[in-house]
C-alpha cells in the first residue's frame, strides 16, 4: 500500500491491536465512542489533511510567515484550515462534553495529530497551542475566566498561545521576570517580554489568548514565586467590546525551517496598559503549567515523528522510481547490457529505508503508548492504578519527546541521502524535512533538559517506582515474545538490554546518593538515547509479537505482508539500532569525569 | 585562544608536529620552502579568509547565486575574492614551477583550502574546481590545450569545472551517454546535458572551461568507453577571438544551503555547435578523471570539516556568553539567589563542544594525514615505498571524504543545540552551517558509494595489502602511546579494535569469496561508519601523543593547556565515540540479510 505522507494502516493498527484503544472504550467517559466512530473521525482528520494540509507544506515553505506593522500574515490557505479545523473541533477533541469538547481519548487526539502533523507540520501547532492553553483555563481558571474565554477558542476564532521562554532566561523558568502589579480589580498589569512564541499571532484569528507566566510583585524567587496569567491580544469589555491589551508583536524570529508557522516576540504593557487575569492560586503557575508539560512534550515528539513519516514516504516513492546503477555479478563486475535496476533493489538504500520506518513507526508507537497511560491514568478509578499510570506516563514522557526529535533528525537525514544531489535541492521535500524538524529537538524543553527530567527526576522519583513499573510492562513483552520461536531471540535481547539498564543506574545512582548531582547527571543526553533506543525496541517487541499472532490466528484485516513488515522492521531495528546501547553504556559507566571540572582553556 | 571560524595553532600543530611538514620539505620538488616561508603562506591564506571570505558567508546565504538570461550572477564579492586568489596563486598552488605553479605539497594546499572553506564554504569551490581541472589538462593534455587553456585558469581570469553527472545516471558513470562525434579536424562535436555541475559559472571570469566525460561515437559499453573531453563555453579562434561554444547555461539547482556557490545545469550542443578536445588517449577518460578523484575526495570531506570548524567556534563563543542556568548543589537544588551561570560550565554543553572539537580536529588530521600520503608518493623514488604510500592512499580516502561528511552533520547539530531556539534562527550561524555541510555527503560520491570503495575495492585490493599497511601505520602509534602511562590504556583500545577490524573482515571476505557480492557488500556504509571511527581514533592517539610527549620536552611553543586540550579531548573520543565500535561491529557480523532479497511490500 502506497501512503503520501503517513501510513493509516500502520496507524490503526498501533492504536487497535497494538495498543488496544478499543480497551479504553469500554470505560465510561469514552463509552459514547466505539471502532466505527473512531474510524470515521480519523478518516474525516486524513482528508481534511489531504486536502486542506498537505498540498500546501511547500508553499508554506516558500512564502513564510511575515510580520508587518506590528501584525503576523501567515499563507493565506490558513483562513479555510482554521474555518475547517473549527468545525471538526479539533481544538477540544479530548475536552468534555461538558466544555464543548468532543471527549475523546488523548491516543486518539494525538493520532488525529499525528496524520496533520506529517501532512504539514507548519499548521497543526495552532490548533495544538489553541486546545493546550484553553484546556489551561478550562482546568484551573474560575468559571468567568472560562466563559470569556474557552467558547471563542474552541472554533479558533481566537487563538491560544503558551507564554513561557524570556530573553535572558532561555530553559530555565526559575528567572522568570515578567511582572504583575496587583491592581484593586481582578486583574493585574502585566509587564515583560517573551520570546519564541508559537502561533503567536495571524490575521484569521480575532484574538489571541496568551497564557503568561508572571512573577507577582513581591513573590518569592525562584520557580515558586510563578504564577499564571491570562492576557488576551484584545481584552472584552462589559459592554461586548475589545480593547487593544497593549500585548504587541514586536517581531518574529525568522527560522531555517517551519517557516510557515510563526514564532513571535511578544511584548506585555510597554504603555502600562497591559491587563492579565490570575488562573488559579497565585505562585502555582508553573505547577498548572507542568500539568499540560505532559501533552506538550508527547504533542512535540509526535509533530517530530509526523515529519519523518513524510519525508520517508516522500523518500520511498523516489526510490521506487527511480533507477540507477546495477546489481553486482558473481565477479563483482556490473552488466552494463543489462537495463539500470530502481535504486529501492540496492541493500543501501533499503537499509536506509528500513532505518526511517523502523524509527518512524517505533516512535508513532511510542506516542500512541505515553497517549494511552494519559487515558488510563484519566479514566482509572482505583487510586494505586491511577498512580501507576501517571508514573508510566511520567516516565516515558521525556522518551516521547525526545527520541523523535533526535533519530527523527537521522531518519530524515536517510530520506534526504536516497535522493543523492536532488535531495538537497528545493525541488524535492527531504531537505525541507530536514529543515523543518531540527526544531523538535528544541522545542518544549531542549534535549539537554528532557534528560536531565529523564535522569534526574523520573528515574529516581519514588524510589525507583517507575522505572519498576516499566520493567514489568516490557516483562510482559518479553514473556509474550518468548513464546513464538522466531521472536524469541529478540525478547531475550531486550531481556540484556534491561539488565544493562540496571547496571548503568546501579553505577550512576551513587553519585546522587553522595550528593554529587552534577557528576549524576553530567551524561544524562547519554542516558536519554540509551534508554531510549532500549523503550523503542520494547514497542518494536510489543508490534512484533501482535503481528505474529495476528499471522497465527488469521484474523488481520490487512495483506500478511503488513504483518511480515512489522516483523521485519522489528529485526532490522534490533540488528541495526539496538547494538548501539553497549557502547552507549560504556560511556555511561565510564569514571573519568571528562565534562566536569575542565577548564575553558581546553576548547 | 580564541578563535572566528579556524584554530590556526591547531593547524600549525597537525602539519609541523603530528604529521611533520617539515621532513616533506627535505624532499628536493619543495626543496625551496622552509618553516618560514610556509607559515608566511598559510598567514597570508588566513588574512585573505578574514578579510575577503568570512565577512561575507551570511549574506552569500541570503542573497544566492541567480540564474538569470542564461548567465550565473553570484555576490558581488567575488570579483574580490577571484582577483585576490588569483593572485595569490592558490589555484596552482602545487603545480610544477615549469607550469607556472607554486609546487607546494598537497598538504599545505589542503591546509590552506581548509582555511578558506571554514571561513566561507561558498566560496573556494570556484578555485578548487578550477585547479583540478587544469591539473587535469596538465597531467594528459597536449601541449596545445595547456598553452590555450592553463594560464587563464591559473589566475582565474577563466574557470574550470568537472563535467561528470548526467540526469538519468546519476552516480553510475558507466550510463553517460554524453555523445562525441569526431570530425576531420583536431576536434569533437559534443552533444549531451551534464547536471550538478558546481562553479559552472559566474560573471567575473570571462570563460568556462568544463572537463566534460563523453562517449566518442561508437565506444564500448559502460566505463571502458567514456572518454575525456576539454569543452570550453567560449572557444578560442586561431586570430585570438572568442566565438561561443554552444555550452548553454540551462538551469541552476536551487538548494537548501551553500547557496551562493552555484551548481548548474550545462546543455551541450543544443545547436550541434559545440566542439570539445580529447585529453589524452580515447576510452580512458575515467580513468583519468579518477586519478584526481582522490584529490577531490580529500577536498571534499576538508569542506565538510571546515564548515564543521566554523560551526564549532560560533557555538564555542556564545556558550562562552550566554548565562543560563545554575549549578545543582548538594541536595540536588538550585540556588536561585546566586546568579546564572555560563552555559559552558554545564557538562552537557561541554560534552556538546568536546563532541564538536573531537570531530572537527580528528577529522583535520585525518585531511592532513591523507595528504601527506599524497606528497610522499609523489616524491617518493623508491618503487616499493611508492606503492606503500599509494595503497595507503587509496584505502584513508574514502574515509577523509566520508567521516568529516557524515560526522561533521553530527557535529553542526551539536552546535545548533547549544544554542537552543536560537540555533535554529537565521540570526545566527549554526542554522547556516547545519545546512551548509549537509551536501558533504553527497558530493563527489555519496557515502554509500564511498563505503563501497571502501570495502569493495580498497580492503580487498592487492590481497588487503593496504590495510596490512595501515596496521602497520597504526601500530607505531599505539607502541609511542603505550610509552606513556596515562596514554597506554587508550593504545589498548585502539589495538583491540584493530582486532575487531580483523574480525569483521574475516567475518564478510566469505561472501566475497564465494561471489555472493551484493552480501559482503550490504553494509558497506556500516564498516564505513565503523572503520571510519577507528582510524580517527588513531589520529587522535597520535596527535596526543605528540602532545605528551612536547610537554615532556617542554618544547612547545603554546601554552600547556593547548597540549592538554588535544590528550583530554583523544580521552573524550575514547570515551565517547570509540564505544560505538563494538555495537557496528555487532551489526556487520549479523547473519540475516535483512536488506537483501526482501520484497518491496515490506515498505
Known amino acids: 500500500m502506497t501512503h503520501d505522507y503517513v501510513a493509516i494502516d500502520t496507524l490503526k493498527f498501533l492504536l487497535y491491536n497494538v495498543h488496544k484503544v478499543e ?27 489531504d486536502t486542506a494540509l498537505h498540498p500546501f507544506i511547500k508553499e508554506m515553505d516558500e512564502k513564510p510567515s511575515v510580520f508587518k506593522d506590528g501584525n503576523i500574515y501567515v499563507h493565506p490557505q490558513f483562513e479555510n484550515i482554521i474555518k475547517g479545523a473549527g468545525e471538526m473541533g479539533l481544538v477540544g477533541a479530548i475536552y468534555d462534553f461538558d466544555d464543548g469538547g468532543m471527549q475523546l481519548p488523548s491516543t486518539i487526539f494525538h493520532a488525529a495529530y499525528f496524520i496533520m502533523e506529517a501532512a504539514n507540520n507548519h499548521v497543526p501547532g495552532y490548533f495544538g497551542l489553541t486546545a493546550g492553553s484553553a484546556n489551561l483555563i478550562l482546568s484551573f481558571g474560575n ?137 488559579g492560586e497565585a505562585n502555582k503557575g508553573l505547577s498548572y503549567m507542568f500539568q499540560m508539560m505532559n501533552e506538550a512534550r508527547i504533542a512535540t515528539g509526535r509533530m517530530g515523528a509526523g515529519i519523518a513519516s513524510a519525508a520517508y514516504f516522500s523518500s520511498l516513492k523516489y526510490a521506487n522510481e527511480r533507477p540507477q546503477g546495477r546489481k553486482l555479478n558473481k565477479s563483482g563486475k556490473k552488466n552494463t547490457d543489462e537495463e539500470q535496476t530502481l535504486i529501492i533493489n540496492h541493500p543501501d538504500i533499503k537499509r536506509m529505508l528500513f532505518t526511517q520506518k523502523a524509527i518512524v513507526e517505533g516512535s508513532m508507537s511510542l506516542i500512541f503508548q505515553t497517549a494511552t497511560y494519559v487515558d488510563k491514568e484519566m479514566t482509572s478509578t482505583n487510586a494505586e492504578e491511577k498512580e501507576k499510570y501517571n508514573l508510566l506516563l511520567e516516565l516515558l514522557t521525556p522518551i516521547a519527546k525526545t527520541y523523535p526529535a533526535e533519530q527523527g533528525i537521522q531518519s530524515i537525514s536517510n530520506a534526504v541521502q536516497i535522493l543523492g544531489g536532488y535531495g538537497f535541492c528545493f525541488d524535492f521535500m527531504p531537505q525541507q524535512y530536514y529543515r523543518d524538524i531540527r526544531i523538535i529537538a528544541l522545542y518544549e524543553g531542549t534535549t539537554g533538559i528532557q534528560s536531565l527530567d529523564l535522569l534526574g527526576r523520573k528515574i529516581t522519583m519514588k524510589k525507583g517506582k517507575a522505572l519498576e513499573l516499566l520493567a514489568i510492562e516490557i ?91 512489522k516483523i521485519h522492521t522489528m529485526k532490522f531495528f534490533y540488528t541495526y539500532e539496538m547494538p548501539r546501547t553497549k557502547g552507549l553504556a560504556k560511556t555511561l559507566m565510564n569514571d573519568k569525569e571528562l565534562t566536569i571540572k575542565v577548564s575553558k582553556e581546553l576548547f
Not at 252 to 279: A, P, S
Open 143 to 279: 468559571q468567568k475566566l472560562k466563559d470569556t474565554y474557552v467558547p471563542n477558542m474552541l472554533d479558533l476564532t481566537w487563538g491560544g498561545t503558551m507564554c513561557l521562554t524570556e530573553p535572558q532566561a532561555g530553559s530555565s523558568l526559575s528567572d522568570v521576570t515578567t511582572l504583575a502589579t496587583p491592581t484593586d480589580k481582578d486583574y493585574y498589569q502585566i509587564k515583560g517580554q517573551k520570546i519564541f512564541i508559537s502561533a503567536g499571532d495571524h490575521q484569521f484569528s480575532s484574538n489571541f489568548v496568551h497564557l503568561v507566566l508572571a512573577r507577582i510583585k513581591g513573590a518569592p524567587a525562584g520557580t515558586k514565586g510563578v504564577s499564571l496569567f491570562v492576557v488576551p491580544k484584545n481584552r472584552p469589555s462589559e459592554n461586548g467590546e475589545f480593547t487593544y491589551n497593549d500585548a504587541a508583536i514586536a517581531g518574529e524570529f525568522e527560522k531555517m525551517g517551519q517557516k510557515g508557522y510563526c514564532t513571535t516576540h511578544i511584548v506585555f504593557g510597554d504603555n502600562n496598559d497591559c491587563r492579565g487575569w490570575l488562573v
Open 475 to 565: 516483562q510482559e513483552t518479553i514473556t509474550a515474545a518468548s513464546a513464538f520461536v522466531d521472536l524469541k531471540p529478540y525478547a531475550n535481547t531486550l531481556l540484556e538490554n534491561l539488565g544493562l539498564v540496571q547496571k548503568v543506574i546501579g553505577s550512576l545512582m551513587p553519585h546522587a546518593i553522595e550528593g554529587n548531582y552534577e557528576r549524576f547527571l553530567a551524561d544524562a543526553t547519554v542516558f536519554m538515547d540509551f534508554f531510549g533506543t532500549i523503550v523503542i525496541g520494547w514497542q518494536w517487541l510489543k508490534t512484533a509479537v501482535i503481528a505474529r499472532q495476528t499471522i497465527k490466528d488469521g484474523n488481520g484485516n490487512q495483506p500478511i505482508a503488513f504483518y511480515d513488515s
Open 23 to 49: 480497551d479504553l472504550l469500554q470505560k465510561e467517559r469514552f463509552s459514547e465512542y466505539d471502532k466505527t466512530s473512531i474510524d470515521i473521525f480519523i478518516d474525516s482528520v486524513k482528508t481534511f489533511s
